[in-house]
């Protein structure tokens, strides 16, 4: 068992314009990385779940690289609206931490 | 002209982030034949191209281009500047120019400043619109002539071309309208033959000033070295380092894509470029792939909506954090009643929030059961109405509700914190921004307007 907070020494969230976030996940290696990336937990249903997300408009990459997955997607309502409470996202990725991974 | 790689200094992150001397100096001593830097973004939101106003106070502004101004008279290299005065509007412009002229005076330098105007005319998008020339990005759809109206303002971010073309005619100075980060960057590679490839990927990875390094604290900027096969990015700053990770790393940075970045006139493709240390403190890159694609710009517009009037209060009554949820959602609900029975129809359709910060302000969630209370809560009121006036009638309306209104009956009515008097703060307009398309053109200088302030020419007349 385990949540994205004990297999990535670094997440982060950011808004990628006006209408799109963008998570970045930083595994804290290749093994992390490998066995976790492309975990269904980490997929459109979640992010619906999380951030009211369409799940149409959810996309992931793996960056093997950098042992990254980053996963973008669509606001549920765009920048800056009557109801923002996070105008760069960049508090979102927070609900990601503790997302079971398997 | 240059002969050999190119040298470009891009000095900071943003004008008015606060460009350190030494470094300028230090980038024109190691060669450095042009000084580029963006000074805006979108990331602040709407409201500074809603109302063509900068984000920076004009001090920080005008302190950084002083430096970039002076370091690029002494040399003799250009200073280029995109998405000026923080949206790129033509008031933002308008804005950076007369800062400029007034550096220009008080340095007792006579530049050539060109001014790139990317503001839109609204008839003009309406027909291109109805030629089938704009297309929608997701998660938008089609666009309408009502939703063109709506706007205050509307860019369409500038590619590299009317940055050459200016360079071409002599400017000293290049204040841009809204420009993509990298293209400002970009442009005077561009002009002497760099490869496409190295040449937007360098202006990508530097468009933040040294946030691509592993220090981001020490120092500003970066000087970027492009050649032939590839291009080299340092910090100017000698006690902060490049690494390979680092600088990949800055691609993933407010990118939805980590790979492929759509700019006018084709995608950056970095899936295979190879980051490799050339030194402690320098990266080479190597193997970005430039794909032509029909010419786009992206539009961004911005309108004014309804207006808001906040109030605060801060609460340390243990009895409302023991229940904080069921104190939000009674007092929300007392709050709208006495809102409406106060105001009546007259009202409309207005919105009120409580953001409750120590508990789920950011949020919004219900945090789960079991949730320890917190210490102290912040409660923001905002009201949403159709004016000024209104939002503020509704926050005086629940006045003494929200300064006073007890999680039980059974005490005497509590007074919770306030700081201010009068409570209400009158916040001004909703400011959003309303497209999310791009405008496919034949010829990249179509829709931007070129002026210039020769100062020059000023002082001979």
């Known amino acids: 068992m385990a949540t994205v907070r004990q297999v990535c020494h670094h997440v982060r969230s950011k808004n990628a314009g006006p209408y799109w976030v963008t998570l970045d996940l930083f595994f804290d290696g290749p093994e992390t990385f490998e066995k976790y990336g492309q975990s269904p937990a980490l997929g459109p249903d979640t992010i619906q779940r999380l951030f009211g997300a369409d799940p149409a408009l959810v996309k992931r990459f793996a960056v093997p690289s950098l042992n990254v997955v980053k996963i973008s997607y669509a606001r549920a309502a765009p920048q800056g609206g009557e109801v923002e409470r996070d105008m760069h996202c960049g508090q979102q990725y927070v609900r990601l931490l503790d997302v079971q991974l398997d | ?461």
């Open chain 2, 1 to 461: 002209m240059p002969s050999g790689p190119i040298k470009i200094i891009v000095p900071c992150g943003s004008l008015g982030a606060g460009v350190v001397e030494e470094e300028v100096q230090r980038g024109v001593a190691l060669g450095a034949h042009a000084i580029a830097s963006d000074a805006g973004s979108t990331d602040s939101g709407a409201a500074y191209l809603a109302l063509g106003m900068s984000k920076n106070n004009r001090g920080s502004v005008k302190r950084d281009l002083k430096i970039l101004m002076k370091a690029g008279a002494e040399a003799g290299i250009p200073v280029i500047i995109g998405t000026s005065g923080q949206a790129g509007g033509d008031l933002n412009v308008d804005w950076t120019r007369d800062i400029a002229v007034e550096i220009a005076g008080e340095l007792g330098i006579t530049p050539k400043i060109a001014l790139l105007y990317s503001e839109q005319d609204k008839a003009v998008l309406k027909a291109k619109n109805a030629a089938g020339k704009i297309t929608a990005l997701a998660p938008l759809g089609p666009l309408d002539d009502a939703t063109i109206d709506s706007c205050d303002h509307i860019v369409a971010a500038l590619g590299p071309e009317p940055y050459i073309a200016a360079l071409q005619a002599g400017a000293d100075v290049i204040l841009g309208g809204r420009t993509t980060d990298t293209a400002v960057i970009a442009s005077f590679a561009l002009l002497h033959g760099a490869p496409q490839g190295a040449s937007w990927h360098a202006g990508k990875v530097s468009e933040c000033g040294s946030q691509c390094s592993v220090h981001r604290d020490r120092g500003a900027g970066v000087l970027l070295t492009i050649d032939q096969d590839g291009f080299e990015i340092e910090t100017l700053a000698l006690n902060n380092q490049c690494t390979p990770h680092s600088v990949s790393a800055h691609m993933l940075y407010e990118n939805s894509d980590p790979f492929r970045l759509t700019e006018p006139g084709g995608v950056l493709d970095v899936t295979d470029a190879v980051y490799a240390s050339t030194d402690d403190r320098t990266v080479r890159v190597t193997g970005s792939v430039w794909d032509p694609k029909p010419y786009t710009m992206k539009l961004e517009g911005a309108a004014g909506g309804r207006y808001q009037t906040l109030m605060l209060v801060g609460i340390q009554d243990p009895d409302v954090l023991a229940r904080v949820d069921a104190f939000h959602d009674k007092m929300l609900a007392a709050l709208y009643d006495r809102a409406r029975k106060s105001l009546g129809p007259e009202a409309g359709d207005f919105h009120i929030s409580l953001r409750m910060y120590g508990w789920n302000a950011v949020s919004g969630d219900k945090p789960p059961p079991g949730t320890p209370a917190p210490r102290e809560l912040g409660v923001l009121f905002v009201a949403t109405a159709d004016t000024q006036e209104l939002a503020t009638q509704i926050a005086k309306a629940c006045n003494a509700y929200f300064f006073h209104y007890p999680i039980s009956m059974d005490k005497e009515l509590p007074s919770y914190g306030f700081a201010f008097t009068p409570a209400d703060v009158e916040r001004g307009q909703v400011y959003e921004f309303k497209l999310n398309h791009v405008v496919h053109v034949d010829d990249p200088m179509e829709l931007v307007r070129t002026a210039w302030v020769d100062l020059r020419k000023e002082e001979a007349a």
